[in-house]
């Protein structure tokens, strides 16, 4: 095993843990916080991919700016008065659909034979990211764009009262 | 320019959208003097958006200006441009419709602005060949319309918000895991490509891509509203406001059967996978069908009851979408009846909901024995919602009925008679409940005389619509045709 499988592994298990701490821990500001975990331990296989952009994209916006927005938000809410809110009597039968879901997909995943070629991974220069991002994915970086529009007027819309009419 | 030009109609949406964001602000800069302009205005500039917008398609047409926008993302065929006009036309009819129903609200020109930008993403839907412009477009849609939902903030329509907001981002997630499968098999999220690496694939690929697709069908199935996916339908069909309802109704179900013919006649559109997911249609069509009706029968609340129709009713199209596979003459007829099916049930559903927003505003209810002798207190809105409800059921000269006998029609054709069967069996179930409401109109007694008065801009989307389907009952050709050519886009 050369040592960037060691690290992959290493991550991909961090990874994984996070992911299962955000949905397994009764309290949401745990949740919150594995979620950082699980956001920065991407970031460490975008560094593996020799995409250092992505990575520190990654650790800026969303280890850094979208959890503590998160936060932010269970402060202001008082989400902590409620931490039952999300639990039900389904409990099994949701964990039993999901195992069941889990197990499906990793055999499919085994039983085929992904195709798709093994390349040499290269550092991709700004420039031809910035073309690609701005020339040809333009649709969507401004389709996306516009989501967040609509999720800021959406929030102004339910946040506020309707006196003053 | 060309990319602009083709990508117009949804550009004109958009636009018009942060023009009535601005003008909103405008007002409020211009004091309490101009405030009683202010409604109709902004209800004139969404208008206007969804015109221009019609109008923007029909000049692509007139010009041959199709094809190919932004480097391969777009393609604006005549699949797409059928769309346009569809899902335009739609936000009108929900926009005129609207009118009335905002009279109290502060967030007219946020609501404009959000019937507009969803709009804008259904037509993106029907017009993006690449799966990560599908998916941004589905959220656009999405997200758009899970404010709309929650919109009147009381707690029916904000349990119904959280609801849709909830299920909507698991299926969401189901889509988009489907779409990183049928990335990893291909290499490619254009769809072309992938239909090209699928149809050479000799079976080693085979099982992910089986798992791919029923990824796939479980996401859109809830935009589509098809059972086993319809959990969230009679809730939020019940709490949002009803002009939403019957936006949820037409233009999102529309969207979802648009984005799911678009990915799986290109991307999986080969004989080896195809004959798999038509079975599957094949089988949803009937449970949607009969789990609809069946549960339809015993609604109380009209709402409710139009929501389990519309279930049924997709499963009424599923059968189109389950001929495309079951033979290849068979591509274009199948195709084509959910195509003409989707435009008939257009009218046809907005014509129902409007009639209900007009007589449930009036009498404040929603309840189906509250409509009792509303014909004695409206007998044009009684008419109207009648017309609706005979068209929903397949009754002739109504649109309903041609959509239908196309639809089983292709079935026979396609040697799927046991699903024409399973179909008709259900028509005649779903007879039953349409039939009772008109024969509680017409024939109970009503609780008052005071007689109920529609708005004007009400009545005119509620003439729109009647006529409109009463059109298309008499004189189908021109959307039969116009459903052939947008088919004849996957011959």
């Given at each position: 095993?050369?040592y960037?499988?060691?690290?992959?592994?290493?991550?991909?298990?961090?990874?994984?843990?996070?992911a299962?701490?955000?949905?397994?821990?009764?309290?949401?500001?745990?949740?919150?916080?594995?979620?950082?975990?699980?956001?920065?331990?991407v970031?460490?296989?975008?560094?593996?991919?020799?995409?250092?952009?992505?990575?520190?994209?990654?650790?800026l916006?969303?280890?850094?700016?979208?959890?503590?927005?998160?936060?932010?938000?269970?402060?202001?809410?008082?989400?902590?008065?409620?931490?039952?809110?999300?639990?039900?009597?389904?409990?099994?039968?949701?964990?039993?659909?999901?195992?069941?879901?889990?197990?499906?997909?990793?055999?499919?995943?085994?039983?085929?034979?992904?195709?798709?070629?093994?390349?040499?991974?290269?550092?991709?220069?700004?420039?031809?990211?910035?073309?690609?991002?701005f020339?040809?994915?333009?649709?969507?970086?401004?389709?996306?764009?516009l989501?967040?529009?609509?999720?800021?007027?959406?929030?102004?819309?339910?946040?506020?009262?309707?006196?003053?009419? | 320019?060309?990319?602009?030009?083709?990508?117009?109609?949804?550009?004109?949406?958009?636009?018009?959208?942060a023009?009535?964001?601005?003008?909103?602000?405008?007002?409020?800069?211009?004091?309490?003097?101009?405030?009683?302009?202010?409604?109709?205005?902004?209800?004139?500039?969404?208008?206007?958006?969804?015109?221009?917008?019609?109008?923007?398609?029909?000049?692509?047409?007139?010009f041959d200006?199709?094809?190919?926008?932004?480097?391969?993302?777009?393609?604006?065929?005549?699949?797409?441009?059928?769309?346009?006009?569809?899902?335009?036309?739609?936000?009108?009819?929900?926009?005129?419709?609207?009118?009335?129903?905002?009279?109290?609200?502060?967030?007219?020109?946020?609501?404009?602005?959000?019937?507009?930008?969803?709009?804008?993403?259904?037509?993106?839907?029907?017009?993006?060949?690449?799966?990560?412009?599908?998916?941004?477009?589905?959220?656009?849609?999405?997200?758009?319309?899970?404010?709309?939902?929650?919109?009147?903030?009381?707690?029916?329509?904000?349990e119904?918000?959280?609801?849709?907001?909830?299920?909507?981002?698991?299926?969401?997630?189901?889509?988009?895991?489907?779409?990183?499968?049928?990335?990893?098999?291909?290499g490619?999220?254009?769809?072309?490509?992938?239909?090209?690496?699928?149809?050479?694939?000799?079976?080693?690929?085979?099982?992910?891509?089986?798992?791919?697709?029923?990824?796939?069908?479980?996401?859109?199935?809830?935009?589509?509203?098809?059972?086993?996916?319809?959990?969230?339908?009679?809730?939020?069909?019940?709490g949002?406001?009803?002009?939403?309802?019957?936006?949820?109704?037409?233009?999102?179900?529309?969207?979802?059967?648009a984005?799911?013919?678009?990915?799986?006649?290109?991307?999986?559109?080969?004989?080896?996978?195809?004959?798999?997911?038509?079975?599957?249609?094949?089988?949803?069509?009937?449970?949607?069908m009969?789990?609809?009706?069946?549960?339809?029968?015993?609604?109380?609340?009209?709402?409710?009851?139009?929501?389990?129709?519309?279930i049924?009713?997709?499963?009424?199209?599923?059968?189109?979408?389950?001929?495309?596979?079951?033979?290849?003459?068979?591509?274009?007829?199948?195709?084509?009846?959910?195509?003409?099916?989707?435009?008939?049930?257009?009218?046809?559903?907005?014509?129902?909901?409007?009639?209900?927003?007009?007589?449930?505003?009036?009498?404040?209810?929603?309840?189906?024995?509250?409509?009792a002798?509303?014909?004695?207190?409206?007998?044009?809105?009684?008419?109207?919602?009648?017309?609706?409800l005979?068209?929903?059921?397949?009754?002739?000269?109504?649109?309903?009925?041609?959509?239908?006998?196309?639809?089983?029609?292709?079935?026979?054709?396609?040697?799927?008679v046991?699903?024409?069967?399973?179909?008709?069996?259900?028509?005649?179930?779903?007879?039953?409940?349409?039939?009772?409401?008109?024969?509680?109109?017409?024939?109970?007694?009503?609780?008052?005389?005071?007689?109920?008065?529609?708005?004007?801009?009400?009545?005119?989307?509620?003439?729109?619509?009647?006529?409109?389907?009463?059109?298309?009952?008499?004189?189908?050709?021109?959307?039969?045709?116009?459903?052939?050519?947008?088919?004849?886009?996957?011959?």
């Amino acid at each position: 095993m050369s040592y960037e499988e060691v690290i992959f592994y290493f991550v991909a298990a961090v990874t994984v843990l996070g992911a299962l701490g955000v949905v397994l821990t009764r309290n949401v500001v745990h949740s919150a916080l594995f979620l950082i975990l699980a956001l920065l331990a991407v970031a460490g296989v975008f560094i593996l991919l020799s995409a250092e952009f992505l990575a520190i994209v990654q650790i800026l916006i969303y280890g850094g700016a979208v959890t503590i927005l998160i936060l932010f938000v269970m402060m202001l809410t008082r989400v902590r008065d409620m931490p039952q809110a999300l639990d039900g009597p389904q409990r099994p039968f949701a964990a039993l659909a999901a195992g069941a879901f889990l197990v499906l997909s990793v055999l499919a995943a085994l039983s085929s034979d992904w195709p798709g070629e093994t390349r040499e991974i290269t550092v991709v220069p700004f420039r031809e990211m910035g073309e690609a991002l701005f020339r040809d994915w333009a649709v969507p970086f401004e389709v996306a764009s516009l989501v967040l529009l609509v999720a800021l007027i959406g929030a102004i819309v339910l946040a506020r009262g309707e006196e003053g009419e | 320019m060309d990319s602009v030009n083709r990508f117009g109609p949804e550009l004109i949406l958009l636009a018009m959208a942060a023009v009535i964001i601005l003008a909103d602000i405008g007002w409020a800069l211009a004091g309490t003097g101009a405030e009683r302009m202010r409604r109709p205005a902004l209800g004139a500039l969404a208008l206007t958006g969804t015109a221009a917008s019609i109008i923007w398609s029909a000049l692509l047409i007139a010009f041959d200006e199709q094809g190919e926008a932004f480097s391969g993302m777009i393609r604006v065929d005549d699949f797409a441009l059928f769309f346009n006009f569809l899902f335009a036309g739609t936000a009108a009819i929900v926009i005129l419709a609207s009118i009335d129903f905002l009279r109290r609200n502060r967030f007219v020109a946020e609501y404009y602005a959000l019937i507009l930008a969803s709009t804008a993403g259904m037509m993106l839907l029907a017009s993006t060949i690449d799966l990560i412009a599908i998916f941004v477009a589905l959220e656009l849609t999405g997200i758009s319309l899970y404010i709309l939902v929650a919109f009147m903030k009381d707690g029916r329509s904000s349990e119904a918000g959280l609801k849709y907001l909830l299920l909507g981002a698991i299926s969401s997630a189901v889509a988009l895991y489907g779409m990183a499968y049928l990335f990893g098999i291909t290499g490619s999220t254009s769809l072309d490509e992938i239909g090209l690496v699928v149809s050479e694939a000799n079976g080693e690929t085979r099982s992910a891509l089986v798992l791919a697709m029923v990824f796939l069908i479980a996401g859109f199935g809830f935009k589509m509203a098809i059972v086993p996916f319809q959990m969230w339908v009679p809730d939020v069909y019940e709490g949002a406001p009803t002009p939403v309802t019957a936006f949820l109704s037409v233009g999102s179900k529309a969207a979802g059967f648009a984005v799911v013919m678009r990915i799986f006649l290109t991307a999986l559109g080969d004989g080896s996978i195809s004959s798999d997911w038509a079975t599957v249609f094949a089988i949803l069509a009937a449970i949607s069908m009969s789990l609809g009706n069946i549960t339809a029968l015993v609604q109380g609340n009209i709402k409710r009851m139009l929501g389990y129709s519309s279930i049924a009713q997709a499963g009424t199209f599923l059968i189109g979408l389950a001929v495309v596979a079951a033979a290849d003459p068979q591509l274009l007829l199948g195709t084509s009846a959910v195509l003409f099916f989707l435009g008939t049930y257009a009218f046809t559903n907005l014509g129902a909901f409007i009639a209900v927003i007009a007589i449930s505003s009036k009498i404040g209810s929603d309840q189906i024995a509250d409509y009792a002798g509303v014909a004695k207190r409206s007998p044009l809105l009684a008419l109207g919602l009648t017309i609706c409800l005979l068209s929903l059921t397949g009754i002739p000269p109504t649109a309903g009925f041609i959509a239908k006998v196309y639809v089983f029609n292709a079935a026979v054709q396609a040697d799927l008679v046991w699903l024409a069967i399973v179909g008709v069996l259900n028509s005649v179930v779903a007879a039953y409940y349409y039939l009772r409401v008109v024969l509680n109109m017409y024939t109970a007694e009503p609780a008052s005389e005071e007689s109920i008065q529609p708005g004007y801009y009400l009545g005119l989307a509620m003439v729109v619509a009647v006529v409109g389907l009463l059109v298309i009952g008499i004189f189908p050709s021109p959307l039969l045709e116009a459903s052939e050519a947008a088919a004849r886009v996957f011959g």
